[in-house]
């Protein structure tokens, strides 16, 4: 029935509804609805569509159960379908829902949908919390929310959707509170927030999307995507059973990755911007998130890039972590010479300098003074290896630094505190070899 525009009593509808239908339901399209259209507790086992109409109150769907609801092009203030029960889909695409000062524009909670649910195109406005409300909703396939215009949270705490969560071209913008809340939301395939999505928030406190707990079955993608505010992304403690694709430009503000798990490498960054992602745009340090980024390359064979990974979280460690004096002094030398236990060949390097500057003091300074008499340059160079190597010895005492003299005092003493420099390298070069040094935490 297309009225084009023409008058249409609320109450009529309802009656309509709690009479016989016809098998094929009702449909009504481009009414202009006078009073409020209250559908609530109606049973009705037929679809019921009320395409491009209009209503100056809020329709009332709680607890209605009906086999599908096609509420396209609605013109509303508001739709309040809590407990809402739908054998199929549920439709309201282009809808405009102005809740104004009410806490929500559409309220969706615990409403139980058999199919999927569309919102795409709509613009939803909640001067005061909600632009969608839909705490514990349940669907059997995919939320779309492609290209909706919305004012306010719009909010999926302890949702569980069958299919994708689909938000490619939304502007979500809320003042005081997250854009897209969805704390322990449960999406049995793939959430896409890119293609155009745009996430804002004026709230200091509050990520503009926050999905932290959320249990997502297939990816995460941000590709093409921006999420803005003082913390722009919570996927803390997020588990994501495919790849994350997350490029560095999507975010413009902090971000919560303690506890995100996915598998793969993770997508649309480098390494390298991974690492600048987590040093740089984390409020706090945590081990968790390199963790997982070196566990992911490591289970791809880049080995070069675990140990760059690793090295990286301990520079963050020292920086950001909570270390006591001692801790932070160990962490300071294990870096410069064993890279933290993942570059011993550094205190290789290091050890053989250490001998460079003994055959220095030997050859270059105590041998041109006349320290060293009856000895060639190259016996002297040997005595300065036998006496700084560690674990060599002489086999006889063919070169002596003469200690008559105060040069000759420093030369020997030098060599003393060389000899200790080259144990405690040799020492630190064994241990990060074989792993004694690393660190985890």
């Known amino acids: 029935m297309d009225l084009?525009?023409?008058?249409?009593?609320?109450?009529?509808?309802?009656?309509?509804?709690?009479?016989?239908?016809?098998?094929?339901?009702?449909?009504?399209?481009?009414?202009?609805?006078?009073g409020q259209l209250d559908l609530s507790d109606v049973v009705v086992s037929r679809p019921v569509a009320l395409v491009d109409c209009t209503t100056d109150e809020p329709v009332l769907l709680d607890r209605?159960?009906?086999?599908?609801?096609?509420?396209?092009?609605?013109?509303?203030?508001?739709?309040?379908?809590?407990?809402?029960?739908?054998?199929?889909?549920?439709?309201?695409?282009?809808?405009?829902?102005?809740?104004?000062?009410?806490?929500?524009?559409?309220?969706?909670?615990?409403?139980?949908?058999?199919?999927?649910?569309?919102?795409?195109?709509?613009?939803?406005?909640?001067?005061?919390?909600?632009?969608?409300?839909?705490?514990?909703?349940?669907?059997?396939?995919?939320?779309?929310?492609?290209?909706?215009?919305?004012?306010?949270?719009?909010?999926?705490?302890?949702?569980?959707?069958?299919?994708?969560?689909?938000?490619?071209?939304?502007?979500?913008?809320?003042?005081?509170?997250?854009?897209?809340?969805?704390v322990d939301l449960q999406v049995d395939d793939t959430v896409h927030l890119g293609g155009g999505f745009r996430a804002s928030t004026g709230s200091d406190r509050y990520a503009a999307v926050r999905i932290r707990g959320a249990r997502i079955g297939g990816q995460l993608v941000l590709r093409g995507g921006e999420c803005a505010g003082a913390v722009a992304l919570d996927v803390k403690q997020v588990k994501v059973g495919m790849e994350v694709l997350l490029p560095p430009d999507c975010v413009d503000g902090r971000v919560e990755l303690d506890g995100l798990t996915y598998a793969g490498v993770p997508r649309d960054a480098t390494a390298d911007e991974w690492l600048d992602l987590l040093a740089t745009r984390t409020p706090v340090y945590a081990s968790q998130p390199y963790a997982q980024l070196a566990s992911a390359h490591q289970a791809a064979g880049n080995e070069r890039d675990v140990r760059r990974i690793r090295v990286a979280q301990q520079r963050d460690l020292l920086r950001r972590g909570r270390l006591s004096g001692w801790g932070r002094t160990w962490h300071r030398i294990t870096g410069a010479t064993v890279g933290y236990g993942y570059r011993p060949a550094v205190a290789l390097l290091w050890l053989l300098g250490t001998l460079a500057v003994g055959a220095v003091l030997v050859a270059g300074v105590a041998g041109p003074a006349g320290l060293v008499r009856s000895c060639s340059s190259v016996d002297q160079v040997g005595h300065a290896l036998n006496t700084v190597m560690p674990l060599a010895k002489p086999d006889g005492v063919r070169c002596q630094v003469a200690t008559t003299s105060g040069l000759?005092?420093?030369?020997?003493?030098?060599?003393?505190?060389?000899?200790?420099?080259?144990?405690?390298?040799?020492?630190?070069?064994?241990a990060g070899f074989t792993g004694l040094v690393r660190k985890t935490s």
């Open 4 to 34: 084009d525009g023409e008058a249409l009593p609320a109450s009529l509808i309802r009656d309509l509804l709690t009479d016989e239908l016809d098998q094929r339901g009702l449909r009504i399209s481009g009414a202009r609805i006078t």
């Open 64 to 182: 209605a159960r009906l086999t599908s609801l096609d509420l396209s092009g609605l013109v509303a203030p508001a739709v309040s379908a809590p407990w809402l029960k739908l054998d199929h889909y549920l439709l309201l695409q282009r809808a405009r829902l102005d809740g104004g000062a009410a806490d929500w524009a559409l309220d969706l909670g615990e409403a139980s949908i058999g199919g999927h649910v569309s919102l795409s195109r709509s613009h939803l406005k909640s001067e005061r919390e909600y632009a969608v409300h839909g705490v514990k909703l349940r669907t059997g396939s995919h939320l779309y929310l492609s290209e909706v215009q919305a004012v306010g949270t719009i909010r999926l705490d302890g949702a569980r959707l069958g299919g994708n969560l689909h938000c490619g071209g939304a502007h979500l913008r809320s003042p005081g509170d997250s854009a897209l809340l969805g």
């Open 408 to 430: 000759g005092r420093a030369v020997v003493i030098s060599t003393w505190v060389l000899q200790v420099l080259a144990w405690a390298f040799a020492t630190l070069f064994v």
